[in-house]
């Protein structure tokens, strides 16, 4: 039986996190769960898990362990356990002022590429 993840998305101090948990990413045998905002990877979190996760109880046990993880990642974000982290992970300020506007979305991003040209230009170096 195949193990999914879980993916949510949170606000938190007027801004938007994706809190991502997901097994055997790359090929391991972990349970990986993701902090992101704008597409970047604030904080990860990994638990090597040992055993097959073919067997029926062994996924439901697996399945359970995940979403306690990913659970616990978004009690941390939203209880400001984080804090620290989000003010010297990401160039966003944690809470815009009172009477001001928050950066643009990529704001302070380095390439003015879009997505799809990188793409494209990567495939075809191939």
Do not use: K
Not at 8 to 27: I, N
Request: proline residues 3%; negative net charge; charged residues 25%.
């Amino acid at each position: 039986m195949p193990v999914g993840g879980f993916n949510d998305d949170v606000r938190y101090r007027g801004r938007r996190f994706h809190v991502q948990t997901e097994f055997g990413l790359r090929g391991t045998r972990r349970i990986v769960t993701l902090l992101y905002e704008g597409g970047a990877i604030l904080h990860s979190e990994q638990l090597r898990c040992g055993g097959s996760a073919e067997a029926e109880g062994a996924a439901a046990d697996l399945s359970g362990l995940m979403e306690e993880r990913h659970r616990a990642l978004i009690r941390a974000l939203s209880s400001g356990e984080l804090d620290e982290l989000l003010e010297a992970a990401s160039p966003v300020a944690v809470a815009a002022e009172p009477g001001t506007q928050a950066p643009a979305f990529g704001a302070g991003v380095v390439t003015e590429v879009r997505l799809d040209e990188w793409l494209v230009a990567h495939l075809a170096a191939g």
